[in-house]
């Protein structure tokens, strides 16, 4: 069975700390995703990548970076964790170019930011 | 900006009766379409796709695409309690890397 596992499935951080959230496909996938889920505003996308080494903002980069240095572990980072930024955190993973394919999501991290 | 609208809700439908969830995208070069089911506190995950015009069944699923209305839904026949949950519609548009997603649709069955 294809998986998508992230690191922690809740989180409780401090404001100012940095934070590291990991993602891991077992797929070959060489797309993959970070999201996050606010109640209200649905999935935002924050980063992808479509290559190792590659990244790519999506609609709210402010505040985080990410790394893709295997091709089947992708990293958020929150530089200095601040309350805004609780909330849910999707990974996904995909192959390009396939009409019939869609993503795979991890479990999800719940992050609260204190 | 590529956008997908879905009817926030909340759908309410009695058990055993049809529940109709309903999708419209902006962007003429959509080219595949899909229907992921997310329960509480879970991650999204993946019910059905569509890329062609028409109907799609599988099971209790029926998805159907109007490219020309710019149009795509999903029937859920047999409504079950299990089935409440958030679905959301998701968009990948030709020659792009990721897809693009509606805000849910919070789907309750009544027992």
């Known amino acids: 069975d294809v998986k998508v596992t992230q690191s922690s499935r809740y989180l409780v951080k401090r404001t100012g700390e940095k934070v590291f959230l990991e993602c891991v496909q077992d797929m070959d996938h060489e797309n993959m995703f970070w999201y996050r889920q606010d109640p209200g505003l649905g999935l935002r996308l924050i980063y992808f990548s479509y290559d190792v080494k590659m990244k790519e903002k999506g609609d709210i980069p402010e505040g985080y970076s990410v790394s893709r240095e295997k091709k089947e572990r992708f990293s958020l980072i929150l530089e200095s964790a601040s309350t805004n930024q609780t909330s849910m955190y999707l990974c996904?993973?995909?192959?390009?170019?396939?009409?019939?394919?869609?993503?795979?999501f991890g479990s999800g991290t719940r992050l609260t930011v204190v | 900006q590529k956008e997908v609208e879905q009817n926030s809700g909340p759908l309410s439908v009695p058990e055993g009766a049809i529940a109709s969830l309903n999708c419209t995208y902006s962007d003429r070069g959509s080219q595949s379409f899909f229907w992921y089911r997310q329960y509480s506190g879970k991650s999204p995950e993946l019910i059905m796709f569509?890329?062609?015009?028409g109907d799609k069944e599988d099971g209790r699923f029926t998805a159907q695409l109007n490219k020309a209305s710019q149009y795509v839904s999903l029937l859920i026949r047999d409504s079950q309690p299990s089935d409440s949950a958030t679905y959301l519609c998701?968009?990948?548009?030709?020659?792009?890397?990721?897809?693009?997603f509606g805000t849910g649709t919070s789907l309750t069955v009544i027992p």
């Open positions: 569509i890329y062609s015009n």
């Open positions: 998701a968009v990948n548009v030709l020659m792009s890397n990721q897809f693009y």
């Open positions: 996904a993973s995909s192959t390009p170019n396939r009409v019939d394919y869609g993503y795979t």
